[in-house]
């Protein structure tokens, strides 16, 4: 099996908060967007683009700062459990 988590630090801010699922959501640290969900990708926002150049092409972009990795680790490590249980897992 393969799991997509290009967005997993996206995903994990829409399981925090279900009303950010359907708006375009990019997660920043320091001055850039670190990832991005599909909305905001289809807007033409992509990993690693600077604040303002995120902004200019998707104004409607919701930013949350991710710069504080514990509940993205926390997350991850639920996935890993889950996974694990239906067989070996890698990191």
């Known amino acids: 099996l393969h799991f997509d988590v290009d967005a997993f630090y996206a995903q994990c801010e829409e399981i925090r908060d279900p009303s950010l699922r359907s708006k375009p959501l990019g997660i920043t640290q320091k001055f850039i967007v670190v990832t ?24 409607e972009l919701v930013l949350v700062n991710g710069e504080d990795l514990t509940p993205y680790r926390e997350m991850s490590r639920k996935l890993y459990d889950v996974l694990s249980e239906a067989g070996p897992a890698e990191k």
């Open 36 to 59: 991005c969900n599909y909305p905001a990708r289809q807007s033409g926002v992509a990993k690693l683009t600077t604040i303002n150049e995120a902004l200019k092409k998707c104004p």
